[in-house]
């Protein structure tokens, strides 16, 4: 889908960039059409651009789980969700067109009785269960997160998340304590959360949808936010 403005022209779903490098732009958030930034680096040239297609296979292979590494433990590491954790803002365009183009349809699919179905098939609480089709969808929001914080992107990652559907959204809040947690050694991946993401989780402890009340109230508690001597 082709977005047009006097500044940029923007493809969503290829990520392909057609305007001049510059310290931001705006463009059109795919699906409220509101403006929102898009930041590129000035120092952006053609061979860097057409990066941004690797940029797109790396979120697409975040979020499929597509390359898996066994540790000594039980546990598996999303290799791809690793490398997209360490990414800069650039990334964060590329992030926003695959969860409006890819993960927002398939959302749109779920319902609560799915859940309710494969809780009572599995025997547990439906509140352990999930029938996201993503293994990898947390790994790319604690990406969107991290990114957006560390780079100074948090009006624009905010924004964003707020046009979102409920499900995805309340996914999203309830992602945000897990890849800012305080380690032993510092925080995880190297970003703190900020007095800006307690207040959008605090915000939404109030909205309307019980699904997305319950994450940001749950969400709000396990912040891990740092002290006066940090």
């Not at 057609?18 to 931001?24: D, E, L, M, S, Y």
């Not at 463009?27 to 000035?42: D, F, L, M, N, Q």
């Amino acid at each position: 889908m082709l977005y047009k403005s006097n500044k940029i022209d923007i493809f969503c779903s290829s990520i392909e960039l057609r305007f001049p490098p510059g310290t931001q732009q705006y463009a059109p958030h795919p699906r409220s059409k509101e403006w929102v930034p898009v930041y590129i680096p000035v120092h952006l040239k053609k061979d860097e651009i057409r990066s941004m297609n690797q940029l797109d296979k790396l979120v697409l292979d975040t979020l499929y789980n597509r390359r898996r590494k066994a540790q000594t433990s039980c546990f598996v590491v999303n290799e791809a969700g690793m490398e997209l954790l360490k990414g800069d803002q650039i990334a964060l365009p590329v992030i926003e067109s695959i969860l409006c183009d890819v993960v927002e349809p398939a959302l749109k699919n779920l319902t609560d009785q799915q859940a309710i179905d494969l809780a009572k098939q599995l025997k547990v609480d439906v509140e352990f269960v999930s029938i996201i089709p993503f293994d990898g969808l947390s790994e790319v929001l604690g990406a969107y997160f991290v990114i957006g914080i560390k780079f100074a992107q948090e009006a624009r990652i905010y924004q964003f998340l707020n046009q979102c559907s409920d499900r995805l959204l309340a996914n999203a809040i309830a992602t945000s304590p897990v890849y800012l947690t305080k380690m032993d050694i510092g925080y995880n991946f190297g970003v703190a959360p900020t007095d800006a993401l307690a207040a959008f989780v605090k915000h939404h402890c109030s909205n309307d949808s019980e699904r997305i009340r319950k994450a940001a109230t749950r969400a709000l508690q396990f912040l891990d936010m740092p002290t006066v001597d940090e």
